[in-house]
């Protein structure tokens, strides 16, 4: 089992369409999380840190519930520019910093 | 614009030449990484440096050899690499100190090609 997975996507959505991406992580003592956006040809740049409580910037929220081991990141109101791939990111903090990236979700979202 | 600069962003190289990676930042940083990623995959983490010491080798062969000069330069040295090393080679870096948002910052990338 991947340390990280996301859901396979890809996911097509018209303009101003709400879009939910999941991802579990499967070691338990990870301590904190994190969605990437990374568009094509380009690095990755957080998107948002991730918070037990859950948390919100704009048209982006993020959940958290380390019980099930579950992160997850709603898009509200979808624009062309939110088209990328969004990555999984969990700091497992085991030998000091280790952040293992999911297999990305890749989101297009049509005119 | 990215504060972690990558030189060069572009190389070309032999399978029996040695060439250098470069990687810098100035945000004060004390932990420094090294990804491989592939076409349509995630990244995967190589090594992590942390206040200048190699933390984490994720059985990288070889062929690729780190360097850490200071807290604000990370090399990554290239010998006798082979095709399927072609990729593009992230350097990312992170406060690691005690209560920090563990972000990543990453670079723009060099991109390997191995003939």
């Known amino acids: 089992r991947k340390e990280v997975e996301q859901d396979p996507g890809p996911f097509n959505v018209p303009e101003g369409a709400t879009v939910a991406f999941n991802c579990t992580y499967s070691?338990?003592?990870?301590?904190?999380f994190f969605w990437y956006r990374q568009d094509c040809r380009k690095e990755p740049k957080l998107l948002m840190s991730v918070y037990s409580s859950g948390n919100e910037d704009g048209r982006f929220t993020a959940q958290l519930n380390r019980a099930s081991q579950y992160i997850s990141l709603l898009i509200r109101d979808s624009k062309l520019s939110d088209s990328a791939t969004y990555l999984c990111v969990v700091n497992k903090r085991d030998y000091g910093q280790n952040f293992v990236f999911g297999p990305g979700t890749r989101l297009s979202v049509l005119p | 614009d990215t504060e972690v600069t990558q030189t060069p962003k572009h190389l070309v190289m032999g399978m029996t030449n040695k060439k250098s990676l470069k990687c810098e930042q100035h945000m004060g940083h004390r932990a420094m990484y090294w990804y491989k990623q592939k076409a349509k995959k995630p990244p995967e983490l190589m090594f992590v440096?942390?206040?200048?010491?190699?933390?984490i080798n994720e059985s990288v062969p070889s062929r690729f050899s780190p360097e850490c000069p200071n807290s604000s330069l990370l090399n990554l040295h290239l010998h006798a690499l082979q095709p399927e090393d072609s990729a593009l080679y992230l350097c990312?870096?992170?406060?690691?100190?005690?209560?920090?948002?563990?972000?990543?910052?990453f670079g723009e990338g060099s991109r390997l090609t191995v003939l």
């Open positions: 440096y942390s206040y200048e010491k190699l933390s």
């Open positions: 070691n338990s003592a990870s301590q904190s």
């Open positions: 990312a870096s992170s406060q690691d100190t005690v209560g920090d948002t563990g972000e990543l910052f």
